[in-house]
């Protein structure tokens, strides 16, 4: 079983930054794509980036610009840099780790923003 760990969300004022962490309790080279997702009270929970093993990485476009995924091999770790964030973005971020075809989910961390 793959454990999954998000850290680093808060309440934060619009405009401002947050960065998130994501870290797996796998093999780094056993770990393929990592993804973050949210979902706000009430909707459904909708991707927001992801990045491949070979650093590769996509994004929903309500984040493109504003939002950067990366990833820490040696330490299985992925961060979401959160930058320009708005009152819009708030919602409970997951973490999702593929590994040899299964997904793993973590627990989630919630950002807040402000107007």
């Known amino acids: 079983q793959v454990q999954v760990a998000e850290s680093g969300g808060g309440l934060v004022q619009a405009g401002g930054s947050l960065t998130l962490s994501c870290a797996a309790s796998e093999n780094r080279f056993s770990i393929d794509a990592m993804a973050w997702f949210s979902q706000a009270p009430g909707k459904q929970r909708d991707w927001v980036a992801h990045?491949?093993?070979?650093?590769?990485?996509r994004y929903d476009d309500s984040v493109k610009g504003r939002f950067t995924i990366s990833r820490d091999n040696a330490k299985n770790t992925a961060y979401l840099q959160m930058n320009s964030l708005r009152p819009e973005d708030t919602a409970n971020y997951y973490c999702?780790?593929?590994?040899?075809?299964?997904?793993?989910w973590g627990q989630g961390t919630q950002v807040t923003v402000s107007s």
């Open positions: 990045i491949t093993s070979d650093g590769i990485t």
């Open positions: 999702a780790v593929d590994v040899r075809g299964r997904r793993y």
